[in-house]
């Protein structure tokens, strides 16, 4: 008989292959839960980004803790997003205790949920993917920047600080305005009659209930990101709440300080290439 932590878990936006994926801080994460169920809800790997000279042991290591949990029992589900979309090729991909799929609906004890990434309701992708993806390589080239920042604050004792999260945050804020990604959703799932609509793609993790006079409400969740805020979605006992990363779980100043260097190296390798 499995031991489930979670009846549901959601992780979404990890990049792994770019500079910028807290790989490291979700492999401490994935180690501490073992869930029914583990949804992957899109841009897992980053294969717009992926670079074959970087990708260290650390992103490894989170395709190997997946597959731990696997083994364990755990029913993983990975949706596809726009920075894997390249392996839509594959959806509908079953073998054993994994899907790969464009979309999820579960019937959970509280109400139906709809699983997808979010993409397909954000026009800057849908209209101009050429545009989106060059978006993405300067967003890249800040994450670059701010990893440099990171290691020199905590060379001399100082918090680190996230400049891309600032940057995005105004950026992600715009966009959220104009097309009202959110509000969108949660009408999208009420007409389909899920009570639970689930999303990743603009790294803003949340939790919003919508009521609307007449009609059931619909709750908007969003697992947030591992590049800047470190956030998951967890379902237990018929209660969602959102995860946040604990610094203090992870490992300590100078082993940090090595890993970031051994970063570094690499970073400089490539750019001499």
Known sequence: MHDFTHDVVVISDVHLGTYGSA????????????????????????????????FPESHLKVIREV????????????ILG????????????????FVMDNKLVLDLPTGK?????GDVF???????????KLGG???????????????????????????SKRVKDKVKGVIAYINDFESNVMEIARQKGFRYVICGHIHQPAIKTCF????????????GD?????????????????????????????ERLNSINIDLSMIVEDQEA
């Open 113 to 117: 949920a709809w699983f997808f990434h």
């Open 212 to 223: 609307k006079e007449g009609e059931p409400e619909v709750v908007y969740l969003n697992s």
């Open 23 to 54: 790989a490291r801080e979700l492999v401490v994460y994935l180690k501490t839960i073992k869930p029914k169920i583990l949804v992957l809800n899109g841009d897992i790997i980053d294969i717009w980004q992926f670079n074959k000279k970087y």
């Open 67 to 78: 597959i731990r949990l696997m083994s364990h029992g755990t029913k993983v589900y990975y």
């Open 226 to 254: 591992w590049v800047e805020n470190h956030t998951a979605l967890e379902y237990t006992n018929g209660t969602w709440s959102l995860y946040q990363f604990d610094a203090k779980l992870s490992t300590s100043n100078e």
């Open 82 to 97: 726009n920075h894997d979309e390249a392996l839509r090729r594959f959806s509908k991909f079953n073998m054993g205790n």
């Open 122 to 132: 954000d026009n800057s992708i849908r209209y101009s993917k050429w545009v989106a």
């Open 137 to 163: 390589k300067g967003y890249d080239f800040l994450i670059l920047l701010n990893t440099m920042v990171n290691w020199f604050l905590l060379k001399v004792g100082r918090e680190r600080v996230s400049i």
